[in-house]
């Protein structure tokens, strides 16, 4: 067949496709991330989107999760968060990882950043990008979440969904030069014992880290789920901490100092400490203990009829690797396993299924996790007597309570405390 007759009979085919086989109105409200395309009633008998020269992945037209911002009182300092709800598997597209900054999201080119190590060191030195890119480098899966998660929740059930009491955890692949290369080049004396890592954004957010946790599995991060960072998780380079709280993985890194004490800084001080019943705080909370959560059925989710589903959700601990997770669907009463869907792996979320049918009455649904050290996620209660509800604001950090969903007769799910 001939070009000129090969598009006769194309033209020839669509014509005759007019009808019951037109295009569909494309939706008005297409989401984040996705283009907005005609819909064919029947994409067999219609030719595809044709494949660009250049160009850059976009999702589905219905596809619509996204993340949302807490309201504080200025988008500057701010956090956006996960819909967990919508999650599968255990990674976190790049586009749907939570967000947390102190003085917007830094614009920064990345030829001319730069990364000063000093303080207590034999060699002080000045990296460029391109300098760090020639050292070997490591890809490591690993979870942050913000100490925040869940601060709405210590004394009632605040927030509705799963992405607004937890969303502020996710989990991407991460790739970057492990940070004791660096040190070793710039050489550490005997009484070197914390680095203080501090970002290039607009609030110079500072952190002090143990020496021992930066030899040990710290690594600077310059890629993310096989691209570069994105602007706001750090762009062109940000510091992984894996299991320690997301604060102190500075973003938009420009400089680590060695000293023989921590620094005490804004950030670690006056802010992310955890209180104590006696009023004193406790600093240095680096890790997240062991945590769960049902991400489905979960708040505003609404069970269409009794019958069999799968409750599913995901785990996760800064100190090692889930080994267990046990789902009630009693409040408590009774516990039973349930599946770890692989991978499995450490400082990683982990997640998990359990099959269970509903006979159209009342539940409470919960999750409880234990790592390999043991730890067994607490109630609410045990949080509470631990760390009391001190201050103006009562606890503010690492909650890693059980969470309770509450599934009504109609089928409505809704947040309950229920300890």
């Not at 020269?53 to 968060?81: C, H, I, K």
């Not at 203080?196 to 021992?212: C, F, H, K, V």
């Not at 299991?243 to 950030?267: C, Q």
Request: proline share 8%; charged share 20%; with cysteine.
């Amino acid at each position: 067949m001939s070009e000129r007759s090969r598009r006769k009979f194309l033209a020839g085919g669509a014509a005759a496709m007019a009808g019951p086989l037109a295009l569909a109105p494309a939706r008005a409200d297409v989401p984040p991330g996705a283009l907005e395309r005609p819909v064919p009633a029947d994409a067999s008998r219609t030719p595809g989107e044709p494949l660009a020269d250049t160009s850059y992945g976009s999702r589905s037209q219905f596809e619509t999760a996204v993340r949302t911002r807490f309201r504080t009182a200025t988008p500057l300092s701010s956090w956006t968060m996960t819909p967990l709800q919508d999650s599968r598997g255990i990674l976190t597209p790049s586009g749907l990882h939570f967000e947390r900054s102190h003085g917007g999201t830094a614009t920064i080119d990345p030829a001319r950043h730069t990364l000063y190590v000093h303080g207590l060191v034999r060699k002080p030195r000045k990296y460029t990008m391109a300098d760090l890119a020639r050292f070997p480098s490591v890809s490591r899966l690993h979870f942050i979440e913000c100490s925040g998660n869940g601060l709405t929740e210590w004394s009632k059930p605040t927030m509705k969904t799963v992405q607004e009491t937890h969303g502020l955890t996710s989990c991407s692949e991460w790739t970057g030069v492990p940070l004791s290369v660096i040190l070793a080049e710039a050489g550490l004396p005997g009484n070197a014992r914390w680095l203080l890592a501090e970002g290039g954004d607009a609030s110079a957010m500072t952190r002090s880290i143990p020496i021992a946790k930066a030899l040990k599995d710290c690594f600077l991060a310059y890629g993310q789920n096989g691209e570069a960072l994105r602007p706001e998780q750090g762009y062109p380079l940000r510091l992984m901490v894996p299991g320690y709280e997301g604060n102190v993985h500075i973003k938009w890194l420009r400089r680590l100092e060695v000293s023989d004490a921590p620094f005490m800084t804004r950030e670690e001080t006056s802010k992310y400490t955890d209180l104590r019943p006696d009023g004193k705080a406790v600093q240095f909370s680096f890790e997240m203990e062991a945590k769960s959560v049902i991400t489905s059925p979960s708040g505003q989710m609404t069970l269409d009829a009794p019958g069999w589903r799968e409750i599913t959700g995901l785990a996760w601990s800064g100190r090692g690797t889930i080994k267990r997770v046990d789902v009630s669907t009693d409040g408590g009463r009774s516990w039973r396993p349930a599946a770890l869907q692989g991978p499995v792996l450490p400082l990683c979320h982990t997640r998990f299924r359990f099959p269970w049918q509903w006979d159209g009455k009342p539940a409470i649904l919960q999750s409880r996790c234990v790592d390999d050290t043991g730890y067994v996620q607490p109630t609410l209660g045990q949080v509470i007597d631990q760390r009391g509800l001190n201050g103006p604001a009562g606890s503010v950090y690492h909650l890693n309570a059980i969470q309770s969903w509450q599934v009504a007769e109609d089928g409505k799910v809704s947040n309950v405390h229920h300890y």
